[in-house]
């Protein structure tokens, strides 16, 4: 009597396959959940994350690739179990830059406080100075009539950016006021 293999080996591999497809979607459907759950803080951190910690938000998303490419090998035990410490850190993203636009605040807040009392002293210096070399009809040592008439102009165009730089720290931009402020600082010490 001849004992064939053929019967078992197909039973094995039905029965293999059905431990795979039994397998899958129970694992499949955390994997592919944590990967949403990551995408979506990573999202809910929105514009802040990436204009203060940018390197932060290309990491994780660099990491949810990494776990999309995984997950479509099929490797979704792996996934389930690196998610946790990923979601963590991609919720944290708020608050990460959250804390960096704080800081960036209060740098930006102490150098208006310092432009705020420096432009307006060195644009009344640079004035009178100029005005005292159009009035003395004498120009300074160096200078010619229209080198003082372009300063004069020059400082009028600086008092004009001024009131832009006030204009925006008043509407809460202290970044563009302190821009302003700094390049109008320059231009008047070249002056």
């Not at 080996?9 to 959940?33: F, G, I, Q, Y």
């Not at 979506?40 to 802040?48: F, K, T």
């Not at 991609?90 to 009392?117: F, H, M, N, R, Y």
Request: with cysteine.
């Amino acid at each position: 009597m001849e004992f064939s293999t053929r019967p078992v080996r197909n039973l094995v591999l039905v029965m293999v396959a059905a431990l795979v497809s039994a397998c899958a979607p129970k694992d499949e459907a955390p994997a592919r959940k944590a990967i949403d759950q990551i995408s979506a803080a990573i999202e809910s951190a929105g514009p802040d994350a990436t204009r203060y910690v940018p390197g932060h938000v290309a990491a994780l998303e660099r990491q949810v690739t990494n776990l999309k490419i995984r997950f479509y090998d099929g490797d979704y035990k792996a996934i389930v179990e690196e998610a946790p410490a990923t979601l963590e850190r991609a919720q944290a993203l708020a608050t990460t830059a959250a804390a960096k636009k704080a800081g960036i605040a209060k740098v930006l807040d102490a150098e208006w406080s310092k432009l705020a009392t420096d432009v307006p002293a060195t644009i009344a210096s640079a004035e009178k100075y100029v005005d005292e070399l159009i009035t003395s009809k004498k120009p300074a040592p160096g200078m010619t009539h229209d080198m003082v008439a372009s300063a004069r102009t020059g400082i009028d165009g600086q008092k004009s950016l001024w009131e832009k730089a006030t204009a925006a720290q008043a509407a809460g931009d202290l970044e563009q006021a302190v821009t302003l402020g700094t390049h109008i600082q320059r231009r008047l010490e070249n002056l």
